[in-house]
C-alpha cells in the first residue's frame, strides 16, 4: 500500500460512466467486440438490455498485487464471463480495465447470464484470501440504446452504470423495467429497494436487488433461519399496522418498511431479513418470539401508521426477540401531502437511531458472555465499549482487547480502525508519552484498515477521521467519509466524523451543519463532541457568542474536555471577557499541564492562528 497515494485512501474503481462521458468528449474509445460488429451502421437505434459490471476496490487490489489481480480479472472472462456472454447471446461492447459493458437483445437472457456470472464468481472465490478476492458489482437496465461504430450510448447506459453503483459485492442491481420484463420468468428473488434519485439522471428509477443466496421460506408453522442467531447481528422489519380507516395508508405503510429496509441493509455489520419474508405475516397477530425463532433473527422491529387530520404519524418500535424487551421506541409525524418525504425522513431516522442502540444492546450481550468463549467480533465490542468511557485506562484496556480480535482476525477492519481511533483518543487527551510515535502508529492502523475494507461506512469513517486529525492529506480523508455517508446516509457517526473533517478542513459552515444531523439521528448519544463541534465552528466563523453557548454546553457533557476548555479560554480571550479566560485555563490546568496543543489539523492557517493566539491571550493573562 502506497503510504501518501490518495488511490490508497480512496480506492474507487473506474466506472463505466465515468468512460462513457470522456468518450463522449473526445469522441476516442477502444471497442472490444467481434468482427461482425464493425460492419454496424452509425448511429442506430434499437432497444436493448445493458449489464454494467465493474470490480470492487480494484485500485487496492492492483496497489496489493497488480500482476496477480490482473491475471485472476484474465482468468474469470476467459473462463466464466465471456463463455456465459456468448452462451446467452450477448456481446462485450467494451472493457475499462477494472469494469465491463455488455449487450443483450433479450432481458431475460441478461438477467440469467448476470447470475450465473455471480454464482460463478462465488464459487471461484471460494478459499481465496479477502485481500485477493476479485467480487463483481453489477447493473441491468433495459432501454433504448444509440450505436455507433460499435459503441453504445444512451439514457439506458447511464442508468444500468448507477445501478451498478449502488450493487453490493457479489450482487445485481437492475431496474424497475427490467423487474418488470423477467417477472415470472426466472427461477430467482427480487428485492425491492424503492424508487430513487440516481446521479445525474433527470427521472427518478425502482430498483430491485436480486436475492443471489436461498432466503428463508415461510411454511406456516415454522422457517429455517438463515444464519444462527449467534453468528451475526439480525432484525426483521414487520408490515407495519394501518391504524387508519383510509386505503392509502396501507401503501404508505408498506412502502415505509421497505424504505426503513432498504436504509437499514446499508449498515454493513447488521443482516437484514428481506421483505419477502417478513412480509409473510402482514395481517397476523404475531409474537415477536416466534418471530425471531422463525426467521433467525436477534430483533425485531414493529410499528403503526395513524392519520390524524391532515397528517399522518407513524411509531415504531425496536423489540429483543428472545427475551421481548423493548429497546427503543418512537413516533413520527408528518404532513399528508408528501408521503414520499415522510417516508424518506422517517427511514434515514429510524435507521440512524437503530444502528447506535443495537450497537448497544450487542455490547451488552457480548459483555455477558464468558471470557472463555470469546469471538473477535466479541473482543471488538468489548474494546468499544471502554473507548467509549473517555477515561485513559479504559482505553489502554480498549486497546489490549482491540489487539486480541486482530490477532484472531489479522484482516478484521472493524477492530483495526477501531485501534487507530484509541490512538487519535491518546493523542487528543495527552495521554501519551510520545506524540509522534502515536500519530505514525494511528495512521498506519487506519491505512490497514482501508486495505483490509474499503466498502464499510464504519471502518471508512474511522479511518477518514484519524487520518484527517493526524495531518494527513485532507482532500483524501474528506472523500473517504463522502463515500461512508453514500454508502449509508443514515450512520450517525459518519456525520460527525464528517463534521469534524470539514472542521479540519476549514468549512466551519459544513462542518456544523454535518454535527446537527448527527444529533438529529442519534438524540440519545453523547452530546459533548457535537457541542463543542460547533461551537469550534462557529468561532472559526467569528460568532463568538454562538460559539460560548456551545462550548459551555459540551463542558457540561464533559467536564474534563480539554479542547472544549482551550477553545472556550480563546473564545473568551477574542470576546475581551478575560477573567473568564483565565479561569478556563485555569481549569484547563487542573487537568493537564499542557496549554498550547498542536494544531497541525487545522489545514486553515486563519482559523489556527485565531484559535491559538486567543489561547495565548488568556494563557498570558493567567501569567
Not at 489481480?69 to 450477448?90: F, M, W
Not at 403503526?304 to 423489540?319: D, E, P
Not at 457540561?556 to 478556563?584: K, N, V, W
Request: aromatic letters at 6%.
Amino acid at each position: 500500500m502506497e503510504n501518501s497515494s490518495s488511490a490508497t485512501l480512496h480506492p474507487e474503481p473506474l466506472s463505466i460512466h465515468r468512460s462513457i462521458r470522456r468518450q463522449l468528449a473526445d469522441g476516442k474509445a477502444s471497442h472490444e467486440r467481434p468482427a461482425r460488429d464493425l460492419r454496424t451502421p452509425r448511429d442506430q437505434r434499437r432497444l436493448a438490455a445493458i449489464v454494467s459490471a465493474d470490480v470492487v476496490g480494484f485500485s487496492l487490489l492492483m496497489g496489493r498485487d497488480d500482476s496477480t489481480t490482473l491475471a485472476g480479472l484474465k482468468g474469470h472472462r476467459r473462463e466464466l464471463i465471456d463463455p456465459k456472454t456468448a452462451e446467452y447471446g450477448g456481446r462485450i461492447v467494451k472493457t475499462t480495465g477494472d469494469g465491463l459493458l455488455l449487450e443483450f437483445p433479450s432481458v431475460v437472457d441478461a438477467v440469467r447470464c448476470a447470475v450465473d456470472v455471480q454464482r460463478g464468481m462465488a464459487e471461484r472465490n471460494a478459499g481465496v484470501p479477502p485481500e485477493q478476492r476479485i467480487d463483481f458489482r453489477i447493473g441491468i437496465n433495459v432501454g433504448e440504446i444509440i450505436i455507433e461504430n460499435g459503441d453504445i450510448f444512451g439514457d439506458g447506459v447511464n442508468v444500468a452504470a448507477r445501478l451498478q453503483e449502488l450493487a453490493e459485492p457479489g450482487g445485481i442491481c437492475v431496474s424497475g423495467r427490467v423487474h418488470e420484463d423477467t417477472h415470472g420468468k426466472l427461477d430467482v428473488m427480487f428485492e425491492d429497494a424503492a424508487e430513487q434519485q440516481l446521479k445525474n439522471i433527470a427521472r427518478p428509477v425502482r430498483i430491485h436487488r436480486i436475492l443471489l443466496r436461498e432466503e428463508p421460506s415461510h411454511t406456516g408453522t415454522s422457517r429455517k433461519p438463515p444464519l444462527e442467531p449467534s453468528d451475526r447481528p439480525s432484525i426483521a422489519v414487520l408490515p407495519f399496522q394501518n391504524m387508519s380507516d383510509d386505503v392509502k395508508q396501507e401503501y404508505f405503510a408498506d412502502g415505509m418498511v421497505e424504505d426503513i429496509i432498504t436504509a437499514l441493509s446499508r449498515i454493513r455489520w447488521l443482516l437484514v431479513i428481506a421483505r419477502n419474508s417478513s412480509f409473510t405475516y402482514k395481517g397476523q397477530a404475531v409474537d415477536v418470539k416466534r418471530v425471531g425463532r422463525e426467521l433467525g433473527v436477534r430483533y425485531v422491529l414493529e410499528g403503526s401508521v395513524r392519520r390524524a387530520g391532515q397528517r399522518v404519524r407513524v411509531a415504531a418500535q425496536l423489540i429483543e426477540a428472545a427475551t421481548g424487551e423493548h429497546l427503543w421506541a418512537d413516533r413520527f409525524d408528518g404532513p399528508m401531502e408528501d408521503d414520499f418525504d415522510l417516508q424518506n425522513q422517517v427511514a434515514v431516522s429510524v435507521a440512524g437511531i437503530i444502528e447506535p442502540t443495537l450497537q448497544a444492546a450487542e455490547i451488552h450481550r457480548s459483555t455477558a458472555r464468558p471470557t472463555n468463549d470469546l469471538t473477535a467480533y466479541d473482543l471488538y465490542l468489548r474494546a468499544l465499549s471502554h473507548l467509549q468511557s473517555w477515561q485513559k485506562d479504559e482505553i489502554v484496556l480498549a486497546l489490549d482487547l482491540v489487539g486480541e480480535a486482530i490477532k484472531r482476525d489479522p484482516h478484521y477492519g472493524s477492530a483495526i480502525a477501531l485501534a487507530a481511533r484509541c490512538q487519535f483518543v491518546l493523542d487528543a487527551n495527552d495521554w501519551t508519552n510520545d506524540p509522534e510515535s502515536t500519530r505514525r502508529e494511528g495512521v498506519d492502523l487506519a491505512r490497514r484498515a482501508l486495505g483490509a475494507v474499503a466498502d464499510d461506512p464504519v471502518v471508512l469513517g474511522n479511518a477518514a477521521f484519524v487520518l484527517a486529525y493526524f495531518g494527513e492529506d485532507i482532500d483524501a480523508a474528506m472523500e473517504l467519509i463522502d463515500r461512508a455517508l453514500a454508502l449509508n446516509p443514515s450512520f450517525a457517526c459518519g456525520w460527525r466524523d464528517s463534521g469534524f473533517i470539514r472542521l479540519y478542513a476549514g468549512q466551519p459552515d459544513a462542518a456544523i451543519n454535518h454535527l446537527e444531523t448527527y444529533l438529529r439521528l442519534n438524540p440519545r448519544a453523547d452530546r459533548a463532541a457535537p457541542y463543542m463541534g460547533i461551537g469550534m465552528g462557529h468561532l472559526f466563523a467569528r460568532r463568538f457568542e454562538e460559539a460560548k453557548a456551545m462550548l459551555l454546553r459540551g463542558l457540561q457533557e464533559r467536564p474534563t474536555y480539554l479542547t472544549a476548555h482551550r477553545f472556550l479560554a480563546s473564545c473568551y480571550a477574542h470576546m475581551g471577557r478575560i477573567d473568564e479566560a483565565r479561569e478556563a485555563v485555569r481549569q484547563l490546568l487542573a487537568i493537564t499541564t499542557v496549554v498550547m496543543p498542536s494544531s497541525a489539523h487545522f489545514r486553515n492557517p486563519e482559523h489556527r492562528e485565531l484559535f491559538l493566539s486567543g489561547l495565548r491571550m488568556a494563557a498570558g493573562e493567567l501569567g
